[in-house]
């Protein structure tokens, strides 16, 4: 009798096709499935295209409230491991009973703490730290997957977590990040299709949640720079809406240098046409755009609330503003970036790219899901 191949069970909140933490998802499951394993996710929402090879079960849950809807997804997720009948289920939230975490989220028991104490005890907070602390708690069994140093000291400082039950990844990049033959080309396409004259500057900015990723913070430093520095545009690239952040750039005298794109597939090209990636999120757990740029050989101004701000420094790839945070920091840092020598940057960010390990996050989540498998 043929033996059946095993069940591994994948639980997230909501899929969409342009959030980071959905694309390691995407890219674990099909690892597991090209390795044989049976595939079953489990989500609220589902936007987007799926793939004919995955399995995905849409389970509606009824309360109104955010954190009341992923406490009832929670037992929602316990439920299908056993229906499914998997052996391992590799959850994408803070969901007790979890067997393995991919820890997206900063730790919300340090972040709560930055709060007063009446917001602390609204039902909000008080329920996505017990969830935190339940799947945390040295009587759990669920091994945790770090995204980098930075946000697993952040935990470690909250939690008593045994050294056995986690590990720290690597970033999981995707080759085509990196620049090809046609990297001049690109480049050449992508300013011309937003009209971008010969020796102006284009900031990109990438990613969705444009106010935690610091787009208001990106304005105010464009306006700030001063008169020597001409001809700048910022083309902002994710799925948010521009509306609330429109009376801002009226008001900053930024109309006509600041292009809304929306949501994009074409991400390496634009890593090729931008001349500068600003990146000042007010906090992230990793930042897998400050990576992407690096590979890609743009030079970076980010700031040290990202996971992968280390990278940068490391690197030499660019700029990290540093914490507490400070406007007139970032100002200063942009325009000498703007006037510095770039291409210094770009070798930096390039030389850097081929002698670490950026690129192995996936495989690694696989092999740590092939050892819950075989256990």
């Not at 690096?294 to 420094?313: K, M, R």
């Amino acid at each position: 009798m043929t033996q059946q191949p095993y069940t591994v069970a994948f639980a997230l909140f909501r899929y969409f096709p342009y959030g980071g933490l959905q694309r390691d998802f995407l890219r674990v499951a099909e690892l597991c499935v090209q390795a044989g394993y049976r595939v079953e996710v489990l989500t609220t929402e589902w936007e987007g295209d799926r793939p004919d090879w995955l399995k995905v079960n849409i389970e509606r849950v009824t309360p109104r409230t955010n954190h009341a809807a992923m406490v009832a997804f929670g037992r929602k997720a316990l439920q299908f491991k056993d229906e499914v009948k998997a052996k391992v289920l590799v959850v994408f939230n803070r969901l007790p009973g979890g067997d393995l975490y991919f820890a997206a989220d900063d730790c919300f028991a340090m972040r709560v703490k930055e709060k007063n104490a009446l917001t602390r005890m609204l039902p909000r907070y008080r329920t996505y730290l017990n969830l935190e602390r339940q799947l945390f708690s040295t009587a759990g069994h669920a091994r945790i997957l770090f995204l980098n140093n930075s946000q697993r000291d952040d935990y470690l400082g909250e939690y008593d977590l045994d050294q056995r039950r986690y590990r720290v990844l690597p970033p999981g990049v995707r080759n085509d990040r990196r620049p090809g033959d046609n990297a001049a080309f690109l480049r050449a396409e992508v300013r011309k299709e937003f009209g971008v004259a010969e020796g102006e500057h284009l900031l990109l900015f990438l990613g969705s949640d444009f106010r935690r990723k610091g787009l208001g913070r990106a304005l105010l430093a464009m306006a700030h720079l001063p008169d020597s520095i001409e001809s700048v545009k910022l083309l902002v690239v994710g799925e948010d809406d521009s509306a609330p952040m429109q009376a801002d750039i009226n008001k900053l005298n930024l109309s006509g240098k600041v292009i809304f794109a929306g949501a994009r597939d074409d991400v390496p090209a634009l890593l090729q046409g931008a001349d500068l990636l600003i990146h000042p999120a007010f906090h992230e757990a990793a930042g897998m755009v400050l990576v992407e740029s690096l590979v890609a050989g743009l030079p970076i101004l980010t700031t040290a609330a990202c996971g992968y701000a280390s990278y940068v420094l490391d690197s030499g790839a660019g700029q990290v503003v540093a914490s507490p945070f400070r406007q007139e920091a970032l100002d200063q840092a942009l325009a000498d970036m703007l006037m510095g020598d770039r291409a210094a940057y770009r070798r930096s960010a390039l030389e850097y790219a081929e002698r670490v390990d950026l690129f192995g996050m996936h495989e690694q989540v696989l092999a740590e899901i092939e050892v819950l498998l075989g256990s």
